[in-house]
C-alpha cells in the first residue's frame, strides 16, 4: 500500500525541520538555490508549491532522501544518516589539531557516561 502524498503543509513542516537540522538558516538557503529569502519563507509557510526539481535540490541541500521529505508522516524524526552527515562536513573543516583535541573530548565524554 503506497502512503498519500504529503499536504502541502506536512511538506513545508519537513522543509523546515531538515533545514534546521542541517543547521541553516532561509537566508543561507536561498543563497545557496539560488531563490530569494521570501521564497524560502513562503515554501516553508506552506503558501508556495515546490517542484519536483526544487525538491531534488532541497534534499540534496539538506543532506536527507527526497523520499523523506516527501513522506506524508511528520512525526518520524531527520534521518539519523543525515545529522551525521552533516557533522562529517562540519567536523571536516576543522583544523587537525582542533579534531584531535574533539575527539578526545568525545573519548572523555564516553567514558564519564559508563560510571
Do not use: C, N
Request: aromatic letters at 2%; charged letters at 30%; hydrophobic letters at 45%.
Amino acid at each position: 500500500m503506497t502512503q498519500p502524498p504529503p499536504t502541502k503543509a506536512e511538506l513545508a513542516q519537513r522543509l523546515r525541520l531538515a533545514r534546521e537540522q542541517a543547521g541553516l538558516s532561509q537566508g543561507q538557503v536561498a543563497k545557496l538555490l539560488d531563490m530569494h529569502r521570501p521564497t524560502i519563507s513562503e515554501i516553508e509557510a506552506g503558501r508556495r508549491s515546490v517542484s519536483a526539481q526544487e525538491m531534488a535540490r532541497f534534499a540534496e541541500l539538506y543532506a536527507v532522501a527526497l523520499e523523506w521529505l516527501m513522506a506524508a508522516d511528520v512525526d518520524q524524526d531527520v534521518q539519523p544518516s543525515a545529522k551525521a552527515r552533516l557533522a562529517a562536513r562540519e567536523l571536516d573543516k576543522l583544523r587537525p589539531q582542533d579534531l584531535d583535541r574533539l575527539l578526545r573530548l568525545i573519548a572523555s565524554l564516553r567514558k564519564g557516561s559508563r560510571k
